[in-house]
């Protein structure tokens, strides 16, 4: 069983700055791909960002934050990043890191494993 443990969330302005990190308790997390999703109230969970397991590092975004939000991985400390730029009042959610079994990451969240509980992003205009 994988824990994910999401940190970094926040009140921001506008344009500023985030980052967000996913924490794992699982050694082999290397192998596991993660995606980051995130619910604003009353709507669905959607897609934000993707990145492969097994080293192989390719990364999948989605289209309204493609250019603004990188994500990243430091398997030496089992953690999943989430640098979120140029932050729009649009941005605001609960922002979820998931894991998959699998090196291959998805964009559906139906194909993910594992769940944190969430962080809150909340930008204002």
């Known amino acids: 069983q994988v824990q994910l443990v999401e940190s970094g969330g926040g009140l921001v302005q506008a344009g500023a700055s985030l980052s967000l990190s996913c924490a794992a308790s699982?050694?082999?997390?290397?192998?596991?791909?993660v995606g980051w999703f995130r619910q604003a109230p009353g709507k669905d969970r959607e897609f934000v960002a993707a990145?492969?397991?097994?080293?192989?590092?390719?990364?999948a975004y989605a289209d309204s934050i493609k250019g603004r939000f990188t994500v990243s991985r430091d398997d030496a400390k089992d953690t999943v990043s989430l640098q979120m730029n140029s932050l729009k009042p649009e941005d605001t959610a609960t922002y979820y890191c998931?894991?998959?079994?699998?090196?291959?990451?998805?964009?559906?969240?139906?194909?993910?494993?594992?769940w944190g509980q969430g962080t809150q992003v909340t930008v204002s205009s």
């Open positions: 699982e050694r082999t997390f290397s192998t596991y791909a």
């Open positions: 990145i492969a397991g097994g080293s192989r590092n390719h990364t």
């Open positions: 998931a894991a998959r079994d699998s090196i291959d990451y998805a964009i559906s969240p139906f194909f993910y494993d594992y």
